[in-house]
């Protein structure tokens, strides 16, 4: 026990040296996530979990591993060449399956990271059934996006999903009525405003 005890002491004084904030443990346990996110897609472990969580399950206390996004179903237009260099020549199945959506620059979405798209009315409030759409970040290409007619051209980095290539298990289920009206009263909320086209962030409304 006293042997065992020393170790955990410089276990427990290591990570301190290493993460000595709540926000360094966050950001590597984040970047944890996306690396296992990422080795599921690329084949290194044998399958993906199959089961989706429930929402109440998800650790919405820490740092989320989620980007709640609001969209418009408007086509893009790419830099296909270059597109599809980084998406390994999958542009046009792609395209064809809608597995894309675009936000800014400045944005820190990383690949491995999960991406909640809700689409907005003109108004900025969400559609009555929300119009959830999981989309998980295979790849993240800078300047990706050439011009955009329901978004503003700054919205330039591209978000993709490779049809047919593994992925981690969604983060929480969407499917059932209860949490996609949970989610819609919340959006609708002044105290998340932010997050939506109509609030204070106006077009660039993103978390």
Known sequence: ?????????????????????????????????????????????????????????????????IWVVWYDPGELEFNEDFVNDQVGGAMEEIKQQGTYTNVLPKDEVQEGDWLLLWRARVGGLPYRDGC?????????????????????????????ELPGVK?????????????????????????FSNLRPDGKMGRDAFL
Request: hydrophobic share 30%; proline share 8%.
């Open 1 to 65: 026990m006293r042997e065992l005890g020393v170790i955990a002491d410089e276990i427990r004084g290591n990570a301190k040296e290493q993460y000595p904030s709540p926000e360094a443990k966050d950001k590597e346990l984040r970047e944890m996530q996306r690396r296992w996110n990422r080795s599921m897609s690329i084949k290194r472990h044998r399958s993906p979990p199959t089961n989706v969580p429930d929402i109440r399950d998800y650790p919405f206390l820490s740092n989320p591993l």
């Open 132 to 160: 959830f759409i999981w989309r998980y970040a295979h790849r993240v290409v800078d300047g990706a996006v050439a011009n955009s007619t329901n978004c503003p051209n700054n919205y330039t980095t591209g978000v993709f």
């Open 167 to 191: 992925k981690p298990a969604e983060p929480f289920d969407i499917t059932s009525i209860e949490v996609r009206n949970g989610i819609i009263t919340v959006l609708k909320k002044d105290e």
